[in-house]
């Protein structure tokens, strides 16, 4: 075994074990920089408005730990926005217990977010963004309930919850 497979592996087994607290990046800024959105500011200006989580989740597309999130017992009516820009990105209404520590959704709103593949931690997954700033917002995965089938599983620090209506005016 080469000694860069072993440590690759003890890595990914670590962030594993600490639930995503520990993530291994290719570059600085994650992949969500790489791309030009209609909300865009420098880093400075990002670590400015966000929380040392939230800049951390959303810029560096790291994970918080599974049941750290408020938003994972949520349960009134209301939309969910991205905190790096404020866009609606899920409804209540399609929010369900996954069981797994983040708030999880068959669904996102229409037009809210946008996907990318993620090969990280020597798998393939479809990581999920929010389509207007570039945040990372969490990953898909095709374990989800009817009618889709997908599980939206979101980090509930990328979020702001907002209750009363759940769909966008």
Known sequence: MKR??????????????TGGAFV?????????????????????????????RQFAVLRQEDTERAFSSPLNDEKRA????????DL????SAAKFDSGTGWPSFWESLPDAIGTRQDNSFFMTRTECHCRRCGGHLGHIFDDGPPPTGKRHCINGVAMTFRPGRTTPS
């Open 24 to 52: 291994v990046r290719d570059r600085p800024g994650g992949k969500a920089m790489a791309e030009t959105f209609e909300v865009t500011r420098t880093e400075e200006e990002w670590r400015r408005i966000l929380t040392d």
């Open 78 to 85: 209301g939309l969910f926005h991205c905190a790096g820009c």
């Open 4 to 17: 860069r497979h072993f440590l690759y592996g003890t890595a990914g087994a670590f962030a594993a074990l």
């Open 88 to 91: 609606p990105v899920y409804s």
